[in-house]
């Protein structure tokens, strides 16, 4: 006889999780016991919020599906906001949740809230599991619907009751789960994949833009592949950053309301578009009827539901990237560049309309982004917070592979990029983990720095500290009228901060000490935080505000290396 | 903008209406009646759902229907050959005398069946499509119609062709 719990624990292992993000109580305590001798590695987080975005960072820097565990409740509400982030942004992540016993639910009882009820719209499947013969079965199915098609996150509600129940090994409910109505096509229509080769063909001026959905699928590769068959340009989306190497030529960086101009140009002027991944997101279009009006469009998505969602694609190709893109590359007939004067113009653009860096002695976070870029070598995991810091890391940072940047994109997050950090660091141990952050993300979790103090993880923090929640007050200033309400935020000593928890650190206020202190960070043995001081009016350029179309930048660069908004 | 018929096959499960009446709320899809319960196979249950939209708007209806792992099949029979029913029950203020009797003879030209009668009552039952019971509803209104209930549209594709599950 085992109990439910014991057979939660089991069925983690066979799915092979090795680490679970969570946080105790009373609901599941029966887990908890379980796992005092289990050989399964459990991270004691602070705030169950962190515990969510850990397995979020953990399943992004991996690949794997992250695990997380809360109580019933208030637990598992604070699981919400991470488990919409991993939904938003497609990440395959299982969240365990405790629940009041099965007699009582309904009641009102203490610590009960219908969390399955809750997370109905922000997860991609849930389950409650009314008898401990199905835990086996419920798990598995999970896993699987989490980590395969478009991946999302999967949560599991687990009644007391059904964890303490006692259950015979031959009752418990193994096989394959059935799935009747889950069939993902993973296998792209060879008859639209000659349709989408004939545009590209016969494109004089064709842009790729790829999404999130080509890390996610392990496409990068195929995607550069066709990319350099063809000559053609690519841009890609926040989420796709890594998709090809920053450094590449024909890598335009990012498109979009904090893209470089030279990608938002290429965009407006192609004649054919085609997306690999990606939705076309109201950050990445902008003004959505003049988003690419001459372009053809082919459209690659693993979910149907993409497709036509926004755009009405020319081409809607449904399946794996890495597999469409292979077929695509096989059976790609006429080779070679397609698009020599369209190079040429896009490589003149970005010659022209560069991203503004300024040198003028003053702290810019923009120096601070490509100084660690340069220190790393373009390496390691770079995790960020939501705000100015995340788009002045998305912009600078030259990242050179796929799962090399962590970020909530789709939901905007604060207080994720810290505690994914420490997930992340918990995937990949050996590579060095930054995580970027402003002063207002930051405190947004900061009580796991207890949780890095406490297991020794070694992530760098570095705050882009303008004592402001910097987006924010850049749209009151475009905006509002610079009328900056409820934005400004009061000094904070980070660094004594850190020291309370024993971890070290070392406040920045000019530009000399940039490269030392980030130096002395990269090279300490274990987690390191710099407070850098920057310009507190600094804005995140160019810029399309919102509603306008993708062409029509603010504060873009001109050759006084200022701006010109 | 025109009225869709979609038939959707899904887990019999608790839960799986909320998943798919949620999914019309949060996505802003306008339901205009949704029937439900088992069908021909066991451990599944058939939703018909009507719902207004152009074409784009009822193509991610259905997109996004789909993307529910408890939905196993939909179908759009509006262009279909179907047959469609729905089942009305109105109780309406008929006093003994002349108007009763005005009331069962129209209750007598709709084929409606009485199913109640009480002292200044009856409650009449019509199965039809929506303008028949919509018909039927406005001469009955001047008598005093007292409460009303609809079943929502339930719907069937003619013929061997249909939203059956191939096994």
Redesign the interface.
């Known amino acids: 006889m085992k109990t439910g719990a014991a057979i939660l624990i089991e069925s983690l292992k066979e799915e092979g999780v090795e680490i679970i993000f969570g946080y105790p109580g009373g609901a599941v305590l029966p887990i908890y016991d379980e796992l005092y001798d289990a050989e399964l590695t459990h991270i004691l987080v602070r705030h169950e919020q962190a515990a969510v975005h850990a397995a979020d960072g953990y399943a992004r820097a991996s690949g794997r599906v992250g695990v997380c565990l809360s109580t019933s409740g208030p637990g598992a509400c604070n699981l919400i906001s991470g488990i919409a982030t991993a939904n938003m942004d497609s990440v395959p992540i299982v969240a365990l949740t405790g629940q009041v016993p099965t007699g009582m639910l309904g009641n009102d009882a203490f610590q009960e809230s219908d969390i399955t009820g809750i997370t109905l719209p922000i997860t991609k499947h849930n389950y409650l599991v009314k008898d401990a013969r199905d835990i086996k079965m419920t798990v598995k199915a999970a896993f699987y619907i989490a980590g395969t098609g478009r991946n999302g996150p999967v949560l599991i509600d687990l009644p007391k009751d059904v964890l303490t129940a006692k259950v015979a090994a031959e009752e418990v409910l193994s096989g394959e789960p059935e799935l009747r109505g889950y069939k993902p096509t993973l296998k792209g229509h060879s008859k639209q994949i000659k349709k989408a080769l004939e545009l590209i063909y016969n494109a004089k001026k064709p842009v790729i833009y790829a999404g999130g959905g080509v890390i996610a699928a392990g496409a990068s590769e195929e995607m550069v592949r066709l990319a350099e068959l063809f000559c053609l340009p690519v841009t890609t989306t926040l989420m796709g950053l890594g998709a090809i190497p920053a450094v590449h030529p024909l890598n335009l960086g990012m498109l979009g309301m904090h893209g470089t101009e030279y990608a938002n140009y290429a965009v407006s002027e192609s004649d054919l578009l085609i997306a690999i991944g990606a939705r076309f997101d109201d950050r990445v279009t902008g003004k959505l009827s003049h988003f690419a009006t001459h372009a053809k469009i082919i459209h690659i998505d693993i979910d149907p539901a993409e497709i036509g969602k926004n755009v009405n694609p020319d081409v809607p190709i449904v399946g794996d990237a890495k597999s469409v893109l292979a077929d695509m590359i096989c059976l790609a007939e006429k080779k070679g560049c397609i698009s020599e004067p369209w190079l040429e113009q896009v490589k003149l653009w970005r010659k022209n309309h560069p991203l503004r860096v300024v040198n003028d002695g003053k702290v810019h976070p923009q120096n601070i982004i490509r100084k660690l870029s340069e220190l790393l070598d373009g390496g390691g995991i770079i995790v960020s917070e939501v705000g100015q810091n995340q788009m002045w890391t998305a912009q600078h940072y030259g990242f050179k592979k796929p799962r090399q940047w962590i970020s909530s994109g789709g939901l905007g997050t604060m207080g994720y990029g810290f505690p994914a950090a420490i997930g992340a660091w918990f995937a990949k141990p050996d590579e060095t983990v930054v995580v970027i952050a402003g002063d207002g993300s930051f405190q947004m979790n900061i009580q796991e720095l207890a949780t890095v103090a406490q297991y020794k993880v070694p992530v760098k923090i570095v705050i882009l500290n303008n004592m402001y929640l910097g987006m924010v007050r850049q749209w009151q200033e475009l905006f509002y009228d610079r009328r900056y309400s409820y934005t400004e935020l009061p000094s904070v000593d980070f660094v004594g901060i850190a020291k309370a928890y024993g971890i070290q650190g070392m406040r920045v206020d000019s530009v000399d000490q940039i490269d030392e202190a980030l130096r002395t960070a990269l090279d300490y043995d274990g987690p390191y935080l710099l407070d850098f001081q920057i310009e507190r009016g600094e804005n995140v350029y160019p810029m399309v505000p919102a509603g306008a179309a993708i062409s029509e930048m603010i504060g873009k660069h001109n050759h006084n290396g200022g701006s010109d908004t | 903008m025109k009225q869709h018929i979609i038939s959707v096959l899904?887990?019999n499960k608790?839960?799986v209406l909320?998943?798919v009446a949620?999914?019309f709320s949060?996505r802003g899809f306008n339901i205009e009646s949704l029937a439900v319960g088992t069908c021909e196979t066991p451990g599944m249950s058939r939703i018909t759902i009507v719902v207004i939209g152009d074409d784009?708007h009822i193509?991610?209806v259905k997109?996004?229907l789909?993307?529910?792992?408890?939905?196993?099949?939909i179908t759009d029979i509006t262009e279909k050959e179907h047959v469609e029913r729905e089942l009305a029950m109105i109780k309406v203020h008929a006093e003994p005398g002349s108007q009763r009797s005005e009331v069962m003879q129209i209750a007598g030209i709709f084929r409606a069946k009485i199913i109640d009668v009480g002292a200044q009552t009856l409650v009449l039952e019509i199965t039809g499509d929506s303008e028949k019971i919509f018909a039927m509803e406005s001469l009955l209104r001047p008598y005093g119609v007292l409460e009303l209930v609809r079943t929502g549209r339930v719907a069937l594709q003619r013929g061997s062709s249909g939203s059956a599950?191939r096994q």
């Open positions: 899904v887990e608790a839960g909320a998943r949620g999914l949060r784009m193509e991610q997109k996004q789909n993307k529910l792992i408890d939905v196993i099949k599950l």
